[in-house]
């Protein structure tokens, strides 16, 4: 007979499991929505107050390690928002049941504590990690004679 812990912890799993089975579309990456200047002096962006361009809408998400982006219309940013929530949600819930799923192996298994993983991973990754040839060693200057 499982302990009252092992049950309730099977009712937060069954909560979960059916949260996901609600889970509609669900869209990689993140969104960004950036107004600019051209740099133009006398566009509309340089004016006082400025008129920016854009907005321009970025899909940002990864594939094969690589970063890759696509703009998006304003209509398909409206169309799709609710996949990009849709993911959010889902990256919580898969985190809600690791964490409960810890929980109940130390449970099981006697052990006093578990550590936690470390939270859902970023949602975007750096384009590439620093450059170690930049900035440029500089050349120390050799033996000069005098
Ligand atoms: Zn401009």
């Known amino acids: 007979m499982p302990a009252p812990e092992g049950r309730s912890a099977d009712r937060a799993r069954a909560e979960?499991?059916?949260?996901?089975?609600?889970t509609g579309f669900t869209l990689p990456g993140s969104i960004t929505i950036r107004r600019t200047r051209c740099g133009k002096p006398r566009c509309a962006c340089a004016a006082d107050p400025p008129s920016l361009h854009g907005p321009y809408i970025q899909w940002t998400r990864t594939v094969h390690g690589k970063t890759v982006t696509r703009l998006l219309t304003p209509a398909q940013y409206q169309a799709y928002a609710p996949w990009f929530a849709s993911a959010r949600r889902l990256?919580?819930?898969?985190?809600?049941?690791?964490?409960l799923s810890l929980a109940e192996m130390a449970r099981a298994e006697g052990w006093a504590k578990i550590t936690p993983g470390t939270a859902a991973p970023p949602r975007t990754r750096p384009v590439r990690g620093p450059n170690p040839n930049y900035p440029k060693p500089r050349e120390t200057p050799g033996d000069q004679s005098a």
């Open 91 to 99: 990256r919580e819930l898969a985190a809600q049941l690791e964490d």
């Open 16 to 22: 979960i499991a059916a949260a996901l089975g609600q």
